[in-house]
């Protein structure tokens, strides 16, 4: 079979499977939750024996630590993914949940209902524990998935495919639902953005230029984000102590991620004071200041900003830094070099935080607090599978509730239009 | 200017645009919505004179009478366009609302709060009523539109957005908050659909090749549907009485519209009784029946039913007519041969009811009452921007709610993440 023929068919028992599992009770999804995280504590020596291969042949391309440190499966990774499981399992159901319901003159009770997606597509790189956290996000909303991870972690997935698959087998349900792609070459992922017909949507994990190659690739709908140019503005009359430790825990805290601020914006009135004693919290963090020209004024050690530091994604420890006139001129920057991702005010001032959270384009906005918290699991979605920074459909993290959608239901007494 | 650098102009400036109409109060908004009422009001004899310019060319081109109706802009057409407006103004303004708010153990309070989508582009034929009733509603959820009606209705359109633009401009609001594309080329469509850094949005309207087109060469996410083959299921032991009215509204009361039936499912224990009473009020409505073998040993004068017939939308007096065994051959014939459009069971089965309910995969299901309730006025969206029989971000009839989406708010005392 060509790759293509392989990836149809299945998309195709995908489809078959998600109109099943979109109408299975709740208890047997928690059910199949459960046993696959039971059978991945006990396979734990199974699945590392598989990862080892994956390591060996990462080691012998000359893979770079980093990614092999990705692509490691250890004990605390064994635990996580059963735990995740396990933490999933207890979420509400989404599906079948009415979000609203109201009556019309004619006496129709119309609601709105939550109902899976049908298929999701993931693609992802290296870490073979996505593999586990997105099938049971999916699973749990009730849809199929099709899982392509990244060539180089193949042993790994198969070996987890193959234990959800059984635990979907013992429960009575289609193990075509949750299926990963068996083919290391990467025309299976062409071959996936190719199946229209059966999958409704794609979330790609993992480095910009991934996302690019499925954006400009896929002729099915993706939800995803580029990256995150995040913001911290220092409003005149912040609190000084708040307003450092917020902007130092969105910096430093874990600088390799895409909720890490990029820019820091300071009212020009406070800029004086506040730079300084912020640039020894930042040297003690080891955080390389880039400034505008006020910046280096005041702070003479820093480095001279260049046009493209504003638009940049360091994610290192790296900070651009800009004074400006108001909050008006923090949101003009905002518009130009943000990315709709996370933008914070540490303010005291009630209206510029309403106005704040009004006026910003990005999919969290937060007052007087780090920009760490665009993050599933920390603003209370249980778990996510993604960020979206485009809105059509999701916008900001994306839980079990992202992954379904509503349909209408009427119930009536014979009614007919007039 | 070629036509891509013009339409590529007139996106730039609508993303700008829009930045301003979605920080735009709602009252302002309902302004502009009244004003342009008003002046279609007072500007009725321009707007017909326009119109017939069009008139006069289509029916020099032999464009069908049909078609002619659709184009003609006469007093009733001033007046639902104007009402219409009125109507929307009236609506609540979903932009700033919060549709939930939770709390999170660090004491963050978490809210979803309602923002425009961005910028919309409509592509529509003949009917210049739709550059009103989509400008309105995109103004209503603080979005920018840029419109591109049938080159048929050039003249009627640049009529309607010279005065939507002189409304924009009195009220203090950018022109470029809505645009009619000023050209006929068909290649003007191609520039739109390419304008993915701008336009967030695509809404086509009208048949079902220019639905296929747009979908094709759009690089900007599209909601639509294709077609509507709708399915009443009369369930054993359903009220015939109920069961008669429904189908007859349901397939003739307007047979030419996406929510009419196209197919009878009807319950082997009651079609014996059923068939012959409903083939006399479909025969006194001049509906022709196409049965399969069992409804036509019933029915000996129905036509005989081909496979193309079950996939069939008519948009016609024409109904495709199936005797079932049970519930669950209606809801597999339904998965087979429907359009996630629009369905109907007629039972006094409680469990039934339920169960079709849950089971059936379409935008609006409906227990008991007519399909031609599938319309954001009849369930009380207030208006319509169409109809989405894909999933993702809308599925069902879009009012203005579905024009918007919502970010993440945070308001927060200082909080960082340990």
């Keep these: 079979m060509t790759i293509e023929s392989t990836v149809g068919e299945m998309a195709k028992a995908a489809k078959a499977a998600s109109m099943k599992i979109a109408r299975c009770a709740a208890e047997k999804k928690n059910d199949v939750l459960l046993k696959i995280a039971d059978k991945i504590d006990k396979g734990a020596s199974y699945i590392q024996e598989e990862n080892k291969k994956d390591l060996v042949r990462a080691r012998e391309m000359g893979i770079s630590n980093a990614m092999i440190d990705r692509l490691t499966v250890n004990d605390s990774t064994i635990n996580s993914m059963a735990d995740g499981l396990r933490d999933v399992a207890l979420l509400d159901d989404p599906v079948g949940s009415i979000t609203r319901t109201w009556q019309r003159p004619n006496g129709l009770q119309v609601s709105r209902m939550r109902i899976p997606l049908g298929v999701i597509g993931i693609i992802y790189e290296s870490r073979p524990n996505v593999t586990i956290d997105a099938a049971g996000l999916c699973l749990k909303a009730g849809n199929a998935v099709i899982l392509r991870g990244g060539s180089e972690a193949l042993h790994s997935n198969q070996a987890l495919a193959g234990i959800i698959a059984s635990a979907l087998e013992e429960t009575g349900l289609a193990k075509e639902t949750v299926q990963v792609v068996p083919i290391r070459d990467r025309l299976a992922v062409n071959a996936l953005l190719s199946q229209e017909e059966y999958i409704d949507l ?41 307003a450092q430790e917020i902007c130092l825990n969105s910096k430093a805290q874990r600088p390799g991620v895409c909720n890490a601020m990029e820019t820091m914006l300071v009212h020009k009135s406070v800029a004086d004071e506040f730079l300084p004693y912020m640039e020894k919290i930042f040297n003690q963090a080891r955080v390389e200041i880039r400034g505008c020209p006020e910046t280096c004024r005041i702070l003479p050690d820093a480095t001279k900003a260049k046009e493209e530091d504003w638009p940049a994604e360091y994610l290192d420890l790296i900070v651009a830094v800009k004074v400006v006139e108001d909050m008006d001129q923090a949101v003009i920057h905002i518009d130009k070099y943000g990315s ?48 979206s920074t485009s809105k059509l459909h999701a916008f900001g993290p994306m839980g079990v509730e992202e992954l379904t959608t509503t349909k209408f239901t009427v119930l009536g007494d014979g009614q007919i239009r007039q």
Tied chains: 1, 2.
Aim: net charge positive.
């Design 340 to 387: 709709n991702h996370t933008e914070v005010i540490v303010t005291s001032d009630y209206n510029r935080a309403r106005r704040f959270i009004r006026e910003v384009d990005s999919s969290v906005v937060l007052v007087n607090a780090s920009t760490r918290f665009n993050d599933g699991g920390q603003l209370g979605l249980g778990a996510e599978i993604g960020i």
């Design 202 to 242: 794609i979330i790609p994990r993992g480095g910009e230029g991934l996302i690019r190659f499925v954006v400009e690739n896929s002729k099915i709908p993706v939800l995803k984000h580029y990256k995150g140019v995040c913001h911290v503005y220092v409003d005149k009359g912040a609190d000084f102590k708040m």
